[in-house]
T-cell receptor, first 107, second 114 residues
Framework: RKEVEQDPGPFNVPEGATVAFNCTYS??????FFWYRQDCRKEPKLLMS???SGNEDGRFTAQLNRASQYISLLIRDSKLSDSATYLC????????FGKGTRLHILP | EAGVAQSPRYKIIEKRQSVAFWCNPI?????LYWYQQILGQGPKLLIQ????????DSQLPKDRFSAERLKGVDSTLKIQPAKLEDSAVYLC????????????FGPGTRLTVL
């Protein structure tokens, strides 16, 4: 099993829809989790941290399921500007980025 | 506030040549990271510095890659000699202190090895 796995997509979703991504991790001792966003040919930027109790920032909700060892990102009322690659990051004794999930929002 | 600076932005070299990349982190950030991002993949951590000490270099191919962060501020990453498979974007990032803080990335250096 890979250390961090993401569905590569692409996810093609109509504007206004809700979309969710999962990211699974293999090390149960992992301590910190993040979602980064990367636009085409740009650098990654932090979207949000993932807290044990779950957290929300506007249209974005991140959750952690330690029992099943995955984190999730939910985007509600998707906008054209949400089109990007979403990278999950898992930190135990090292920093591991997933391969990313590509999202295309369709007008 | 100025972001993470990297240079050059693009570099094309032939295999077996040497290349060096430079990074200047955000002022006051103690932690500096170098990542390699191959097309279609996520960034892979090559080396992490805390001030001028190495925290993690377990994925750095030490037979050809080297990095230093003298004086705990800017950093250089060198590849000598380059191989075709080194073609990638090399990203530098910094964080206030430690890997549990938000990382701020520079624009990257796009390396093509012919």
């Amino acid at each position: 099993r890979k250390e961090v796995e993401q569905d590569p997509g692409p996810f093609n979703v109509p504007e206004g829809a809700t979309v969710a991504f999962n990211c699974t991790y293999s090390n149960s001792a992992s301590q910190s989790f993040f979602w980064y966003r990367q636009d085409c040919r740009k650098e990654p930027k932090l979207l949000m941290s993932v807290y044990s109790s779950g957290n929300e920032d506007g249209r974005f909700t991140a959750q952690l399921n330690r029992a099943s060892q995955y984190i999730s990102l939910l985007i509600r009322d998707s906008k054209l500007s949400d089109s990007a690659t979403y990278l999950c990051v898992v930190i135990d004794d090292k920093i591991i980025f997933g391969k990313g999930t590509r999202l295309h929002i369709l007008p | 506030e100025a972001g993470v600076a990297q240079s050059p932005r693009y570099k094309i070299i032939e295999k077996r040549q040497s290349v060096a990349f430079w990074c200047n982190p955000i002022s006051g950030h103690a932690t500096l990271y170098w990542y390699q991002q191959i097309l279609g993949q996520g960034p892979k951590l090559l080396i992490q510095f805390q001030n001028n000490g190495v925290v993690d270099d377990s994925q750095l191919p030490k037979d050809r890659f080297s990095a230093e962060r003298l004086k705990g501020v800017d950093s250089t990453l060198k590849i000598q000699p380059a191989k075709l498979e080194d073609s990638a974007v090399y990203l530098c990032a910094s964080s206030f202190s430690g890997s549990y803080n938000e990382q701020f990335f520079g624009p990257g250096t796009r390396l093509t090895v012919l």
